[in-house]
């Protein structure tokens, strides 16, 4: 598939972002939810600090006070059943995806400019319930260049090379509860090493 095959200007988006739209069918995001919405979802913790948005994470988990990642509960059956398709979709190989993050974003709430850690290397995004905004922006001199892909329910995206490394991603509050599920892979050195660096 061509990055953001939706999109005519293809210099428009970041270089590395994909972009699948229902990628789920309806009758499975119900499901989904469903099963998230069962999950002892905590509040995201950074540090002293505690977001709004709940998780819940699987395979691994980034300890912000003690800056590294840690063992998580194994990923459940009703997770790892959909990690071939997306694997598929990245073109990688079985096992790659190693740790999966479940969101939940009530009415309001959303998540500020950030790049994901560097243990991992392509990201992965499922968007389930409502539509958001996900937002690009890398510097330009003393401005910022920015770029804003609809994400819909359903679709999934993909952060590699200069979307996952040179870029910060946001999304601003949603105006419907929504849900996501954030599949990573690990950065080869991590992978080989062991994750607690």
């Not at 919405?37 to 600090?49: I, K």
């Not at 059956?77 to 979709?89: C, D, M, R, T």
Request: neutral net charge.
């Amino acid at each position: 598939m061509a990055q953001l095959a939706l999109f005519p200007d293809q210099d428009a988006g970041p270089a590395g972002l994909r972009y699948q739209p229902e990628f789920v069918p309806e009758t499975a995001e119900s499901e989904l939810i469903a099963r998230i919405s069962e999950l002892p979802l905590q509040p995201f913790q950074f540090g002293a600090f505690e977001g709004k948005r709940r998780v819940a994470s699987f395979g691994f988990r980034y300890d912000y006070a003690l800056r590294k990642l840690q063992e998580a509960d194994p990923i459940p059956g009703w997770l790892a059943s959909i990690i071939p398709s997306v694997e598929n979709f990245g073109e990688l190989p079985e096992g790659s995806v190693r740790q999966i993050l479940c969101t939940e974003y009530d009415v309001g709430v959303g998540i500020g400019w950030h790049r994901d850690k560097p243990h991992f290397d392509k990201i992965f995004g499922l968007s389930l319930g409502a539509a958001c905004k996900f937002r690009f922006r890398r510097a330009a001199g003393d401005k910022w260049q920015r770029f804003t892909l609809p994400a819909e329910p359903r679709s999934l995206y993909m952060m590699s090379g200069e979307s996952r490394q040179a870029w910060e991603h946001s999304i601003p509050g949603v105006e419907q509860r929504r849900y996501s599920i954030t599949f990573r892979t690990m950065r080869d050195d991590v992978a080989e090493t062991g994750p607690r660096r």
